[in-house]
């Protein structure tokens, strides 16, 4: 008689350097976007938690803010979320790219993994930008410094070798329960990943001295007698003239954040959506605790 299938369940962090590809592998290996990419760096500010069932297991991803030095409050609220997921987990997913040397940032981020007995994986992501000798010399590199249990190379954006690294999670998994419903891809509510989606539109049609000064509130979201999904957001910024970029000239900027945003909110939630933005200066809101707090970055939860 076979013996019954043991199902495994964990919880895995993604950790890395800002801008390493950890949003897109998390959306890789769940399916669909519960994450929002970015070229700019430090775009993930949240736990952003990705849920991963089959018939044999369940993965809990936790994608994290990628480590940097902090510059004001919300840095600092990043920081720990980060840090702190290195004891909370079961295994950790330390992600680099091919084609970047190893520098103090990387050491900080493995000096922070020799604190920490938790298994590692070392996942070296974007391999389709190096040639295959050019990814030897960066396995050496890092082998050297920690005793990874595994290292995978991956392609994040085209899935290249994805399915092979998630074979070699379940089984560093043990034993465990299944800890939400099957159809479940992600412990946040929708209106958080609807006002990530906004600010990832804002991401993309933005210059540099934009990204990290914006936070986006949801005032409301209700579904109407027709059908349609309401959904009122309104855009923070830290300056007028901020104000000003976003908004465009003749509203145009703001109008394509609406557009772009609105099809992805729409795939999301599988109805027609009515989107309205607002965009609103509250200076400094990045070093105010309360303003912090109520854009969603609770530092006591932490």
Do not use: C
Not at 119 to 146: A, C, G, M, T, W
């Amino acid at each position: 008689m076979n013996q019954e299938k043991k199902f495994k369940s964990g919880f895995v962090s993604i950790i890395g350097r800002p801008n390493v590809g950890k949003s897109t592998l998390l959306n890789r290996v769940i399916g669909q976007k519960i994450a929002i990419m970015s070229d700019k760096p430090q775009t993930t500010r949240n736990k952003v938690q990705g849920v991963l069932t089959t018939n044999e297991s369940q993965v809990v991803f936790i994608d994290t803010p990628g480590i940097h030095k902090p510059k004001h409050r919300l840095g600092d609220f990043m920081m720990k979320v980060a840090k702190n997921t290195l004891r909370e987990v079961d295994l950790i997913l330390y992600v680099v790219e091919a084609d970047a040397k190893f520098g103090p940032g990387e050491q900080f981020i493995i000096d922070r993994l020799n604190e920490t007995k938790t298994p590692v994986f070392l996942i070296i992501n974007k391999i389709d930008k190096v040639h295959s000798d050019k990814l030897l010399e960066v396995i050496d590199q890092y082998k050297d410094r920690f005793e990874f249990n595994e290292i995978v190379p991956v392609s994040a954006l085209d899935g290249n070798n994805v399915p092979k690294l998630m074979e070699q999670i379940v089984e560093q998994l043990d034993e465990g329960p299944q800890y939400y419903p099957s159809d479940q891809v992600t412990d946040h509510p929708e209106r958080f990943i609807v006002a990530e989606l906004v600010r990832e539109k804002v991401l993309h049609l933005t210059k540099e001295e934009i990204p990290h000064s914006i936070a986006v509130v949801i005032e409301q979201m209700k579904k109407r007698d027709n059908g349609m999904v309401y959904v009122g957001a309104t855009i923070i910024v830290e300056r007028s003239s901020q104000k000003g970029i976003i908004i465009g000239k003749r509203g145009a900027l703001l109008k394509e954040v609406g557009q772009r945003a609105r099809t992805d909110i729409e795939a999301l939630l599988g109805s027609k959506v009515f989107l309205e933005l607002w965009v609103k200066v509250q200076k400094d809101w990045r070093n105010r605790p309360s303003q912090l707090k109520d854009y969603g970055f609770n530092e006591e939860e932490y």
